[in-house]
């Protein structure tokens, strides 16, 4: 007997449903439009997450602009300031700026702001290439953020966010997209192939 029309779609939509689950994408979401989408995070564990935790902090590269007249140390403090004593349930973890440079330390976070469309997470983890990527910011407030963590070589887990207009730096939707980042970037299990967003509001 022949699939009926609905019969399809539904075969259809538990396929996609599949698909996204075997890859391991998962959407965050908070309030005022902003959100994330996980990307690849096959090679996390939380063994790496204990291990920065008792070296007590971790580099983060922060590379491009979100407010127009903003310097990048600014940026970078005011970002840092929203990593600093998130409950990622491993104690205290600082974060601290990386300096320019091809240099890659054991372990680091990479946020690159306003890159080009193509520029994704595993991009991020080459200093390289993020110290060149990060764009200008945007006129209308819109912003789009590719995140990552890294070990020397290889990506451990990456994301992506883009808030819905920043009405500047003061706008506590900036905060709430930082938060979801690192919700993303340092979930609280290893990779596997169920959902990957448990700890989402």
Same mark, same amino acid.
């Given at each position: 007997?022949g699939?009926t029309r609905?019969?399809l779609?539904?075969a259809?939509a538990?396929?996609?449903?599949l698909?996204?689950?075997?890859i391991?994408?998962?959407?965050?979401?908070?309030?005022d439009?902003?959100?994330t989408?996980r990307?690849?995070?096959s090679?996390?564990s939380t063994?790496y997450?204990?291990?920065?935790?008792?070296?007590g902090?971790?580099p983060a590269?922060?590379r491009g602009e979100?407010?127009?007249?903003?310097?990048r140390?600014v940026?970078?403090a005011?970002v840092l300031?929203e990593m600093t004593?998130r409950?990622?349930?491993v104690?205290?973890?600082g974060?601290?700026?990386?300096?320019? +440079?091809p %240099?890659? *330390?054991p372990?680091?976070v990479?946020l690159v702001f306003?890159?080009?469309?193509s =520029?994704?997470?595993a991009? @991020?983890c080459?200093?390289?290439r993020?110290?060149?990527a990060?764009?200008?910011?945007?006129?209308d407030?819109?912003?789009?953020?590719v995140?990552a963590?890294?070990?020397?070589?290889?990506l451990?887990s990456?994301?992506?966010?883009?808030p819905?207009?920043l009405? +500047?730096? %003061?706008? *506590?939707r900036?905060?709430e997209?930082?938060?979801?980042?690192?919700?993303?970037l =340092?979930p609280?299990?290893d @990779?596997?192939?169920?959902p990957?967003c448990d700890s989402?509001p």
């Amino acid at each position: 007997m022949g699939m009926t029309r609905a019969s399809l779609r539904g075969a259809m939509a538990a396929a996609a449903t599949l698909v996204l689950a075997a890859i391991g994408l998962a959407a965050c979401a908070g309030p005022d439009g902003v959100r994330t989408v996980r990307g690849d995070w096959s090679g996390y564990s939380t063994s790496y997450l204990h291990y920065a935790a008792n070296k007590g902090s971790l580099p983060a590269l922060i590379r491009g602009e979100v407010f127009p007249g903003v310097a990048r140390d600014v940026l970078e403090a005011r970002v840092l300031g929203e990593m600093t004593d998130r409950p990622l349930g491993v104690g205290r973890l600082g974060f601290d700026a990386m300096p320019a +440079g091809p %240099a890659k *330390p054991p372990l680091f976070v990479s946020l690159v702001f306003n890159p080009a469309p193509s =520029f994704d997470s595993a991009a @991020a983890c080459d200093p390289a290439r993020a110290d060149r990527a990060g764009g200008p910011a945007r006129a209308d407030g819109t912003t789009r953020v590719v995140a990552a963590f890294c070990s020397s070589q290889r990506l451990l887990s990456g994301t992506v966010g883009e808030p819905n207009g920043l009405s +500047g730096e %003061a706008d *506590p939707r900036f905060g709430e997209l930082v938060r979801l980042v690192m919700i993303d970037l =340092f979930p609280p299990h290893d @990779a596997n192939l169920g959902p990957s967003c448990d700890s989402c509001p």
